[in-house]
Structures are given as structure tokens and as C-alpha cells.
DNA sequence: ATGAGGCGTTGATGTGAATCAACGTCCCCG
DNA sequence: CGGGGACGTTGATTCACATCAACGCCTCAT
């Protein structure tokens, strides 16, 4: 099978590798968020064939980068990326971070070229998926095309919660905002939905968030003070959950 | 053939028609917008069987609401329409508006309900793509499920250069580049850049664009005293265009 | 050990857009 | 014909966040 990587990825040392990392879709802890799917072990089988898995990321290395040529989605399997795009002045916005589990690069398929970049926050482990045998394999899998579809759908009604979240909310609602989803992520790998990592630094929760770094650390000051939430560095404990949304402005 | 209709739409009349609109994606003067694909015309014929036509949509009537069972996507042939979302607080944000050609609805795949409503903007016609019928012909005509697969991700790409806007830039760069995306879309359909009637209203700009009346009313007036885009209520015209570039800060 | 550079916090000040308010126009309906 | 309501504009004031500035704490290279 011809093995496809993308250029910078090539640049930067995301090689298929011959050691054995003993991970395939079907013992993979993460298949039931990655592949929510009634898969079939054949077709688990199958589709374990055509993902190709490397030796990990280093942490600040490139994936992809906006204009490469588009060969090939992928998930995460450890670690954690930030995708963002670089604006006619040269500056940066963070689309989204993607924890394991999470599957990214889709937004490659429309020019046949990503249309942004993606780059390590630490060590990752990443499953590619080259898109050409994964679009003959949905021909016959209705049960994955179906899945491709609704991941790609996913990632449409995430983007219109950000929107939603820029335009008409406060920095103190969009900080809390982000604080329960990655809360909710983590629950989802069936981690500490209290106490996690911050893997991004605060430049990328600004970026991400549309605010600047001393915003950002206000609020997380302002949520101290409120005993809400405790801050150390990157280390976070949410201390009053329903607090937190409260200051989020959500209901659920 | 079975005929689906969003509850919603069902409601406020949507309803599919005997009378012969003599139009189908052969003949259809947007089918390049809409289905740029290297379609043989057999293949057509058949895309044809499967999407629904129907007596034109009111102004204010929805197409679908947010929540509603998720069947379809949706062609505009005519006319316009905006996509919305309802926050926690019972506020209103756009998602999107859609011209003759644009495909919306996809958003709602990926939990089988619709993620956002869809309204009129004035009369408006629209073709019904049924996605069960869109999904068994996907798997057999590769260069449908690739060109599905294609405009999802295009609107992931839109939502981010959107998400981008509306973190990083000024009221005058917002209604600027607005105003040059509806330039863009027109000269697509081979109508005028550079005269175009707005379907939307000023609230629905700021709503969009995540400003308030007031500030896109200002930023309208402050183009006219620049003499780079002459505003008669929702009649435009754009007077020098490279001016509106240059305020919306954009290279291409 | 040392100092440079990256990252985060906090305080003082500035500003772009929101808010509040008033008014004009258009259109529909009684 | 008149009035109520939706929509748009313009001006005055306020405010949330950006900007500017200073400083503390790491880490890492010399």
C-alpha cells in the first residue's frame, strides 16, 4: 500500500514507522469516542488497515500547515494539537485544540489543501487516515460514510458554538465556557472531569477565545477569588462546577 | 417515493408540488454552483429522481427549525435565507445567510436534528435533498460522495474564516468583508459585484457579524462619507471596490 | 551563578463599540 | 386620514476589554 504523508509532516519527522506500538482501532481505548460506529470486527478490521500510525509527535511540530496538499486526516491517540490559521496580516487565530479521540484535518477535503495549520502542544501520538481509502472504503461501509458525515457535521455545530460564543458573550462566559468543555472531553475519556492540564498556554486561550493574554488571566483571577475554580499555572481544579456555569451562562 | 418534510416546514407550508416548475439540475442555470462535478448527465438524471421541488417558501416561513428531525438538505434556487441559532438566553445568532445555489442543512447530520433554524428572507425557492437518498447514491457515485464530502467541508472552512472575523476584527472590517463576500457570491452567479439588493436586515448584519444596529448603520454611513460604497437603504453599490478591500483589510 | 527570554500576573490608562435616547421614514391597518 | 409598529439613522454617554507598562518566576544556555 503506497503510504501518503503530507509535506511538512515529512519536513518535520512524522515518518510511518516499522516499531510496533501494538495499538489497533479494535484494542484501542479511545474506538468508542473515535469510531462511535456498529462496526462490525471485520469491518474494525478493515479499516485498522488503512490508518497508518507513527512515531509520536514532539511537542510545537507541525502536522500540517495551511496550503499543503491535502492527502489525509487524523486522530489523535495521545496528546493534544492546536489547529489555527494564519490571517492576510499575519497574525494567528486558533480554530480549535483537539484532545484524543478527536479527529482533525477535515477542513483539508473542500480545496484539496488544508486550510489551516496544526502543530503539537506536547508529545502526540496520531493516527493517520489517508482520505483517498477512506472515501472507497464509505462507498462500501455505509455504516463509516454515514460516520464521516457526522463527524465533518460535528465539527460544523462546534464552529457555530464558537461563533455563537465570540459574538454574544462576555470573557468572563467564553473562559468559563471553555473550561466546561474541555471538562466535558475529558469526562468523555473517562478522566477527572474536576482536575485536569491545560496543555495550550494562555496566548492560545486568548487567541482561541478572541481575547488578549491579560484577559485571560484575569478572569482565571477573578474565578480564584470567586473560589470557582483553582489555578495553578496549567494545572486546573474546578472547585464549584454548577458555579462555573453560572458563569458561563449555560443551562445544561 | 417516500416524501419527507421537516415537521416545521410541513407546518408553515412547505409542501412538495404537482406543478411542474420545469426545472431539474440539468437545465438548471446554478447546477455549476451547486454541483460542480464532472457528473454524466445519467448521473444527473438520477441525482434528479431523488431531490424534491416544491412551491416556493413565504418570506418569515422556515424552512427548518432548530431541533427538528434531521432529513434533509436543502438548495437554494432563489431567493435567500438565514441561518440562526437560539443561545441559552433566548437570543438570536446568525450562522449564516444563503444564496441561489448554496446548500445549507448540514449541520444537522451529525445529531440527526437540525442544529439551527432557517428562515426566508423573501420568497424564496428551494430544492429538498432527502440525505437518506443522498447517502445510497453517494456510495455509488464516488464523484457524489466526494462532492458531498467537499461542501461540508467548505462550510467548516466558512464557519473558521467567519470565527476569524469575528475575533480579530474591527466593525469596519466586518461590514466590509460582508459586503465582499456578497459581492463575490453575486459575480459567481454572473450577476453584478458591484449593485446588489441586502435580503437581510440591518439587525441581522450585526447579528451576524456580532455588532449592534447602531454600529453597522455608523460603519454604512462612514463608507458613504468615503465615497467608496453608496447605501440607499438595502440598495448597494460599491463605488470603488478596492477601497472596500482595503477597509476590510484583505489582500486578495 | 547569571542573565536572557518565554510565560504569566497585575495595575493604570485608553478606546471602540455598546448602550441609551431621540427622531425620521415607510408601510400597513383601522 | 391617522396612528402604531418595524426599521434605520444619528448623537451623547458608558463600559468592557485592549493597550501599555512593570514585574515575578521559570528554564536554559553560557
Redesign the pocket.
Known sequence: MTIHISDSAQREGFKPCAHDYQVNCGNCRLNSICLPLALESDDIAQLDEIIQRSKPLQKGQHLYREGDDFQSVFAVRSGSIKAYKTTDDGREQVTGFYFPGEILGMDGISKNQHASSAKALETAAICEIPFASLEKLSAVMPSLQRHFFQLMSREITDDQVLITLLSKN???ERVAALMLSISTRNARRKLSATQFRLPM???DI?NYL?????????V??RMQKMEILK?D??EIEILDLEGVRAMANVTS
Open positions: 462576555s470573557a468572563d498556554s494562555r496566548v486568548g478572541g481575547l488578549t493574554v491579560e484577559t485571560v488571566s484575569r482565571f483571577s489555578v499555572n496549567k
